[in-house]
């Protein structure tokens, strides 16, 4: 069966310093993967997305993730970040229902920033 | 002008009622999906619309109900409600006519449903 693991439920850094954020995933075949994020009190918002081809995708918000077929990853990252930053996280696998569009989403990372 | 709105943002109400929330997206989306987020956020689909026409129904209780008006409106109407029924809505929805994975999906902000 699909299904998307974020090993980190919280986790907290400093303005400034670089984010990872762990994604792995369970599908069987070449997977359409999705990280979204969910502001207090906010509907989600898709940061970024792979589907195929570079597997180094960039996003909104000076974001980034690679998808690692080998370790079945698609972990988020930032280079710097900013105190809005501060959110929940969610990963997510697309897969086909009956040919139809169902994400499947993991149980989130809620990222805390210190000034 | 937003995208994907969702009415009311908060409710609350009794076991055993019945109450619906609204669901209206202006992106001209041809397909739209109900999703629950317990209280411990975790996230899943609970029905999707494709014009009107159910095409994902993932074994959610008959007492929840999606009616879709017309392809920019769909609204869930949930009949007796149970304590467990607690948990924020969100409505999205996404274009092409088959609801493919690789189609964005567009949230809106949620109903946070309280049920005491």
């Known amino acids: 069966a699909q299904s998307v693991t974020q090993p980190d439920i919280h986790i907290t850094v400093s303005e400034g310093a670089s984010l990872e954020l762990r994604c792995n995933y369970s599908?069987?075949?070449?997977?359409?993967l999705f990280w979204y994020v969910q502001s207090p009190g906010q509907g989600l918002q898709l940061l970024l997305k792979?589907?195929?081809?570079?597997?180094l995708v960039q996003g909104i918000k000076g974001f980034e993730a690679e998808f690692k077929r080998s370790q079945s990853s698609f972990n988020l990252r930032k280079p710097s970040v900013h105190w809005s930053d501060a959110a929940e996280y969610f990963c997510?696998?697309?897969?086909?229902?009956?040919?139809?569009?169902?994400?499947?989403f993991g149980a989130g990372t809620r990222l805390a920033v210190h000034p | 002008d937003t995208a994907v709105s969702q009415t009311p943002k908060y409710l609350v109400t009794q076991m055993g009622n019945d109450k619906s929330i609204k669901c209206e997206q202006n992106?001209?989306?041809?397909?739209m999906y109900w999703y629950k987020q317990d209280s411990k956020k975790f996230l899943k689909i609970m029905f999707s619309?494709?014009?009107?026409?159910?095409?994902i129904n993932e074994t959610v209780p008959n007492r929840f109900s999606p009616k879709s008006p017309d392809k920019a409106h769909l609204n869930l109407h949930i009949n007796s409600l149970e304590l467990g029924d607690s948990a924020v809505y969100f409505c999205?929805?996404?274009?092409?006519?088959?609801?493919?994975?690789?189609?964005?999906?567009?949230f809106g902000p949620g109903t946070r449903l309280t049920v005491l």
């Open positions: 999205a929805s996404s274009p092409g006519s088959g609801g493919a994975a690789t189609d964005t999906q567009y």
């Open positions: 599908y069987g075949a070449t997977p359409y």
């Open positions: 792979y589907f195929s081809g570079d597997t």
């Open positions: 997510a696998v697309g897969p086909f229902s009956g040919g139809y569009n169902k994400l499947i």
């Open positions: 992106l001209g989306h041809d397909t």
């Open positions: 619309y494709n014009n009107k026409e159910l095409i």
